[in-house]
């Protein structure tokens, strides 16, 4: 038993874990609508196009935080813009600035000495090393989090389903987009620092994507994507401490392990109901 409790009894693993089911519930919020429209590329063009305000917050010695959010309102601006010119689709305008923030983001930290470190840092992120300022701010991007998806829960959802339905019942699609985005920009703004932007997405899509098949409603798929993450988190943080390995990537392993796991028992679930079916259906 001891192996199961001993590592949550030392401080900064317990905010670790904190950290973690904070986290996981912000993800779930804004990674369900983000598995429902299909907007895993946006997800990871948002996540890699804070790099420059980071870079920039490092070099000057401001807050990262900062300018995370700095990064997160240009990008969310510029999808928000691009998508509404006609003659570009919206994959080619979130591409180009997925590479074109990069590529700043990768230029200004290039001028940094600790070049390695500051970029490390910045696509693995550090969930050991959660304070507790961190766990209050998580707490108040959670709290903004659950108001926005309440009040925005039904443009959301005629949004995923049927964008000209929305524009009829007089939702406003656009402002609601525009909306999305920015709860897609606060969930990781306030993920990177904890698992870093390279594995932040392991945390928005995979555990909606498990709880996809085995909910009923977006609210449902919302609650099973968060135990889902809080489960992750657990594990991934025990995994990691007995085995040394990295805790951020080991938890997002696990999330998409889970994943896999869940459509492998939906999947065999569904053959075994079929398989019934063919055996008690009438004969002639």
Same mark, same amino acid.
């Given at each position: 038993?001891?192996?199961?409790?001993?590592?949550?009894?030392?401080?900064?693993?317990?905010?670790?874990?904190?950290?973690?089911?904070?986290?996981?519930?912000?993800?779930?919020?804004?990674?369900?609508?983000?598995?429902?429209?299909?907007?895993?590329?946006?997800?990871? $063009?948002?996540?890699? =196009? #804070?790099? !420059?305000?980071? @870079?920039? &917050?490092? /070099? +000057? *010695?401001?807050?990262? %935080?900062m300018g995370a959010l700095l990064s997160a309102a240009v990008?969310?601006?510029?999808?928000?813009?691009?998508?509404?010119?006609?003659?570009?689709?919206?994959?080619?305008?979130?591409?180009?600035?997925?590479?074109?923030?990069?590529?700043?983001?990768?230029?200004?930290?290039?001028?940094?000495?600790?070049?390695?470190?500051?970029?490390?840092?910045?696509?693995?992120?550090d969930v050991l090393a959660v304070r507790e300022q961190d766990?209050?701010?998580?707490?108040?991007?959670?709290?903004?989090?659950?108001?926005?998806?309440?009040?925005?829960?039904?443009?959301?959802?005629?949004?995923?389903?049927?964008?000209?339905? $929305?524009?009829?019942? =007089? #939702?406003? !699609?656009?402002? @609601?987009? &525009?909306? /999305? +985005? *920015?709860?897609?920009? %606060?969930?990781?703004?306030?993920?990177?620092?904890?698992?870093?932007?390279?594995?932040?997405?392991?945390?928005?899509?995979?555990?909606?994507?498990?709880?996809?098949?085995?909910?009923?409603?977006?609210?449902?798929?919302?609650?099973?994507?968060?135990?889902?993450?809080?489960?992750?988190?657990?594990?991934?943080?025990?995994?990691?401490?007995?085995?040394?390995?990295?805790?951020?990537?080991?938890?997002?392993?696990?999330?998409?392990?889970?994943?896999?796991?869940?459509?492998?028992?939906?999947?065999?679930?569904?053959?075994?109901?079929?398989?019934?079916?063919?055996?008690?259906?009438?004969?002639?």
């Open positions: 038993m001891d192996w199961l409790t001993g590592p949550f009894e030392v401080t900064f693993v317990q905010r670790a874990l904190w950290g973690g089911v904070l986290v996981s519930a912000i993800c779930a919020l804004a990674g369900t609508w983000v598995v429902l429209r299909g907007m895993a590329f946006l997800g990871d $063009a948002m996540s890699h =196009g #804070l790099l !420059p305000g980071v @870079a920039l &917050a490092a /070099l +000057l *010695g401001g807050n990262l %935080l990008m969310t601006a510029g999808v928000t813009a691009l998508g509404r010119t006609p003659r570009l689709s919206q994959d080619t305008g979130i591409g180009l600035l997925f590479v074109g923030m990069l590529s700043l983001g990768v230029i200004i930290v290039s001028r940094s000495q600790s070049f390695a470190v500051d970029l490390t840092g910045f696509l693995f992120g766990l209050m701010l998580l707490g108040v991007a959670l709290l903004l989090a659950l108001a926005v998806s309440v009040l925005g829960h039904r443009a959301f959802l005629a949004l995923a389903f049927d964008p000209r339905k $929305a524009h009829t019942l =007089g #939702l406003r !699609p656009r402002l @609601a987009h &525009a909306v /999305l +985005l *920015g709860l897609l920009a %606060l969930a990781i703004v306030a993920s990177f620092h904890i698992v870093g932007t390279l594995l932040v997405l392991g945390l928005l899509i995979a555990p909606p994507a498990a709880a996809l098949p085995w909910a009923r409603s977006v609210r449902g798929v919302m609650v099973l994507a968060t135990a889902l993450g809080v489960l992750a988190t657990f594990c991934g943080l025990l995994l990691s401490w007995h085995l040394s390995t990295a805790a951020g990537a080991t938890i997002s392993a696990l999330a998409v392990g889970l994943f896999f796991l869940s459509h492998l028992a939906s999947a065999l679930s569904h053959r075994r109901a079929r398989s019934a079916g063919i055996r008690t259906a009438p004969t002639n």
